[in-house]
């Protein structure tokens, strides 16, 4: 460990790019994930029987086969846990009861001793299926004749907020309308039409789900899970399960990579329900890789059509939008994407008139969920190549289209907001000047074509008005502090930004903080909603700091007395209480917990000090089921740009990447390092991710589920050339101004990279992924056979 | 039916009885207790289990425990020796190329047996050398510097 005697100490350190502080154990491989746990050898294994189905009527299920195989402990099935479960919808089963909507579905769960047991007798538990029509594609599944996914949804329990319509696909609709862009299409001097697709694709986090779960014989249950949401999961599952949240513990150590994937419920309810058949004893299921890709969540496909009009001069003036996102068999989280679409469907553009809708369709595939960027990827990859249209169209520079129409600090943008505290125009500069965006670049080879393209973001915490986050401090004897959080460390730097706040509230050095969170665990931990929506640095900092505040003010107070001073003449520097007054300084060391003597030790002042902080918005309006509008849709948004310049090699349509710019508002930047290690990381992820994409066979089965047919960015296929910059205009409610920046930094990637590839070989790709082959066959469509 | 072999593994020999189809990666988490390195795949497309077999970089779920019988395996928890962390170690948090963490242990495998066999590589041989290790988060920008640093020989000299 530090030694805190010793080591260098960094005071003040907010805005300083200071260590990570889990980097030492991670280093080392002393960091603990779940699967890393131990559960001694009474411990059993689960495996999932999964639907061969995309969509079937459960017509008998035979366990006796599976249940007489030595070994087996248990199996379980839909009757075990019947009640349905969702965040927004509750369409979900944790098995299926009469009815699978995608293949890889769980059907039933086998207890055995082994890992090898409990797959064999997996394929022993026999399943009679009557086959119904199934539908895969969005667009495909909101036409009147297709097959109701969903029969019962009129049934299901719904929050206030989201709108499914009963007898048809759509699990929401959110409609968007502001002024009337058919009275101003005549106004017009440039219209672009379009309709741009993506695939679903899928997180492919390094870290197999694990989930290990115990159920006591007085119905206690522990879970220990790969998670982002320990708070959410215990809820969830209560729901489910009918029990008390005080009955259920959630343990989660460090998260090995999530996105999203680990957000919300996956494999954890399958594997407590096995649990409550073997009370007593510990029962884990690891993800092979291939259930990796047919039996966790997914990133929604999305079938879009736009139509956006702007003047001789380029401003905008019209824009009509259609989203139809693909939310896979259950849209328990879906929706709430397909709402933060719609209510963000212009993207960061002002315009005046605006008609939106976007529809969650339940459709026969993996279930669509969160993932980095929360549907924004998905609505800026069309918007963003329209934009580009629109400015070649009337001849103005593309950037230039953009700085004229992005949104900025003041304006009341498509749902009445108004927004604030953001400078786009800052972001594009940065990145076009990066990028060297007016020169004329020549392409390395006769046979390739250079080109350069930008595309600008906006993204907001899509969450829930009143997601809550709080954190207790304490101190120690040796002043170090300790910091309980209920947020999730999943690699983006958050247990260190956490102690840089603590220790800049409190006065100390951040080396002194400890963050008491791995594993986070619902029992001790402070409340937090979940890691998701690049919402911790605001609004757990918010919490953190007021904690941090809270014990320094208490230290302020003991030490006053003990020098019979007004505590506004003292301050805490570099873990010393000093007086402006008198000059005298007191250290922290010991007095945080035994206090300090009066006068000739006749009694004494304080004691041990601890802190607490809570934060949540209370200010998110609701939005007019009509129209959208309200006083406050969200949060707030954060913006950024970025620009790329590539080559394409006409001879086999690849794609080489000279260079990608990153630019984002990110208010304050807590930790810059950290900001621009996750610019790297998200421009790269965007990059892959423009080449991912489930393939499906006429039967509803994925086909490239491994990582030898689902490829994700390699070493050698990562853009080398990665350049970031910051914009901070401070946050009015964030600490220190700050607000998020995971998921914004890999958002508008794939539109970027369309743009660059348009501007080389002057064609437009449509529909993602970008394969060599579509680029190819795009030049050259005579070889289209 | 068990088999009694040794592995030597970060220098101490391990008698231990495995089972015939088990891998070395299962062998080295769930009996010798060594889970530093890491499950991704079990399917040799990840590299999350890299260890070193005799100084390569192999990886362990693709290599079953009787084929290392007598072996020297490497794994990260034999990188650092007591508090000195190895100098790759040092480099991966300068350079802040750790974010979740679970490659990292197979990337620092995969990096010391390159500078094993080559001390002085480019940046693409570097690339290459790691391209078996995937990477989500960090888009591996600052792990690949991290490696170029040890064999610039920033850290002691490059030794390693």
New interface residues.
Partial sequence: MQDVATKELTNEPVGK?V??I????????????V??L?FGPGLYYGKMVRSPYPHALIKRIDTSKALAYPGVKAVVTGKDSPLPFGLYLKDRKIYATDRVRFVGEPVAGVVAISEEIAEKAAELVEVEYEELPAVFDPYESFQPNAPLIHPDLGSYEVVPFIFPEPGTNISEHFKLRKGNPDEVWSQCAAIVEGTYKLPQIQ??????HTAVARWDPDDKITLWAASQSPFAQRDLLCQSLNIPHGNVRVIAP??????GGKAGISIEANVVIMAKAVKGHPVKV?N??EEEFIGTNVRQSLHAYYKIGCDKDGNLLAMEVQYYFGGGAYNDYGVNIVRAAGYSCTGPYDVPHVKGDSYCLYTNTQIGSAMRGFGMPEIHWGLEQIMDQLAEKIGMDKAEFRRRNCVQHGDVILTGMTINNIDLVKCIDKVTQAIQWDKKELPSAPNKKRGKGIAIMWKAPAMPPNPGSSAIVRFNEDATLNVFVGGQE????TFTVMAQMAAEAVGIPYEWVRITASPVDTKYSPYEWQTVASRLTWSMGNAVKMAALEVRQKILDVVAKYWNEDPKDLDIKNGVVVSYKSEREQPLQKMVVYGLPNENYEGWQGGPIVGTGSFMPTYVTGLDPETGQGARAVVHYTVGAQAVDLEVDTETGQIDIIKIASAYDVGKAINP??VM?QI??????GFSSAFEGYIFDEKGRLLNN???DYK?????D???K?IGDIVETPLDDGPWGARGVGEHVMVQTAPAMANAIADAIKVRIHALPLSAEKIYLAMHPEDAA | MLHEITLIVNGEPYNVAVRSDHTLLKVLREQLGLVGTKIGCENGECGACTVLMDGKAVNSCLVLAVEADGHQIETVEGLSKGEQLHPLQKAFIDRNAIQCGFCIPGMLMSAKGLLQENPHPTEDEVREAISGNLCRCTGYVRIVEAIMDVASGKYDGGKS
């Fill in positions: 790019s260590t990570r889990d980097a030492f154990e991670k280093a080392t491989g002393a960091a603990v994930y699967d890393d131990q997180h492919v986090p390094i870290e197999p460090y998260v090995g990579g999530g996105f690891r092979t890789r999943i690699g983006q730097g390092d950290l290690t790297e990381g998200g421009a790269v992820h491994s990582l030898i994700i960015a390699t070493a050698l990562a853009p080398k990665i």
